[in-house]
């Protein structure tokens, strides 16, 4: 397969740990992953998600390039309608500054919470179209002043040579368009929203991609829930886990941590949550790592992506860290 292989990690607070043991063993994967093989690793943003510890992409990218040599870092991703696009700029011009030709921002939309949108937006007035806040982030990222803009002669610090890649992330047509439009890279979430309507988005994309200063052709990556373990059958086991804590995070009152394969084996899941599990289950892949490589090459094919991403949201560290290491060896990764 010549797809690329990478990694988006939410840094799962597993149950019987805490926080800070969450972001120690997202570094510790992010090494892992560079010494396997894997082309990109991404770090997630998520408000008020008590089982996650991912809600700074920035300052977590800051110290994952640091703990790592040369794969590429980059967000999966930042949440544009939260921020000012002149400060993401100089965020990812910063990081890019200190590890040039290694820094990708990914930018999503995701509305989170509604507490989550209040607080993050309490002081604004009005508000940008996410179209005009991605225009503004390409502007600051490429000093370009060929179209009239409300701050043409505007600079984001530091002015560099090399410029962080710049990726719409999107389940839907809206982003595909944007994408296509300001001539970004675009990454489709297969894993939330595994339709008709993804393979349509990627082939607009690729239709009416306009050559930037970013990018010259367009790019395509999918992104999938991937349960990998030794066996079909243990692997199975942590996807049941998987299903209890996608329950959790849809539920009034979820519980702060990602719930093990025991607590998992122990509640079970009602004949009312038997639907929605079902579900969610065709947004994974699940099985030993010959399993996960075929499913995972049937999805690239179907959407002749040029980069696969994975995430590994799986329960326990070691799990995690054994099963891309597994999958490494299952496509020849070096």
């Known amino acids: 397969m010549s797809t ?13 740990t805490n926080a800070r043991q969450a972001l120690l063993a997202t570094t510790e994967l992010a090494k892992r992953a560079e ?27 800051m110290h994952l390039a ?37 820094i990708d921002l990914g930018i999503g939309r995701s509305p ?53 890649e710049m990726w719409m992330l999107g389940s839907g047509m809206g982003s595909a368009e944007i994408a296509a439009d300001n001539g970004t890279a675009y990454a489709f979430a297969h894993f939330a929203k595994p339709s ?19 990018l010259t052709k367009p790019k395509v990556m999918i992104a999938v829930f991937v349960i990998i373990a030794e066996t079909a059958e243990y692997a199975e086991e942590l996807a049941k886990a998987f299903d209890l804590w996608l329950l959790f995070v849809e539920s009034a009152n979820p519980p702060p941590y990602y719930p093990s394969v025991q607590t998992a084996k122990k509640r079970g899941i009602s004949s009312v949550e038997k639907e929605k599990v079902m579900q969610n289950r065709k947004r994974m892949i699940i099985g030993n790592a010959e399993q996960v490589r075929e499913e995972i ?11 696969v991403t ?25």
């Open 297 to 307: 090459k049937r999805v690239a094919d179907l959407y002749q992506a040029d980069e």
């Open 35 to 61: 010494e396997l093989g894997f082309h990109r690793f991404w770090v997630a943003e998520h408000h008020h998600v008590l089982s996650v510890a991912g809600s700074s992409p920035e300052m977590l990218m």
């Open 112 to 164: 989170s919470y509604r507490s989550v949108n209040r607080a993050l937006n309490e002081t604004k007035g009005k508000r940008l179209s996410y179209e005009q806040q991605v225009q503004d982030v390409y502007k600051y990222l490429t000093d370009d002043t060929s179209e009239d803009h409300r701050f043409n002669s505007l600079i984001a610090t530091p002015v560099i040579e090399t410029a962080p």
């Open 196 to 214: 008709e309507t993804g393979l349509e988005a990627v082939a607009y994309y690729r239709k009416y991609f306009k050559p930037s200063l970013l």
């Open 4 to 16: 690329l292989l990478n990694i988006l990690d939410y840094s799962p607070i597993d149950e019987g």
């Open 66 to 102: 640091t703990s790592t040599r040369r794969m590429r870092i980059g967000s999966g991703g930042v949440m544009l309608p939260h921020y000012s696009p002149y400060k993401v700029a100089e965020n990812f011009r910063m990081l890019e500054a200190i590890h040039p030709n290694r």
């Open 310 to 334: 994975i995430i590994p949201n799986f329960f326990g560290a070691n799990n995690r860290m054994e099963g891309i290491a597994l999958l490494a060896k299952a496509f020849g990764l070096h």
